[in-house]
């Protein structure tokens, strides 16, 4: 991931695209972290589930290329 952060598309792509936290346990001790990129209008949005040892941070190119391709 180290050569991934420096690349001007990494970059670009966590300027534009927010990174969303999300509450999934009820005492607050499980986050997700996700981005949401692409039209609203797309109720049924892909989504693409990191491995264990990975983060939402592995998809930016997918999310950068369906997003210009108007996929949510």
Known sequence: MGEIKVSPDY???RGTVPLKKIIVDDDD???WSL????PRSI??????????SG???VFFRQIL?????GYR
């Open 11 to 13: 970059n670009w792509f």
């Open 29 to 31: 001790s499980k986050i």
């Open 35 to 38: 981005y949401d990129a692409g």
């Open 43 to 52: 109720r049924c949005p892909l989504i693409f589930l990191p491995p264990v």
């Open 55 to 57: 983060t939402a941070d």
């Open 65 to 69: 290329a369906l997003t210009g391709w």
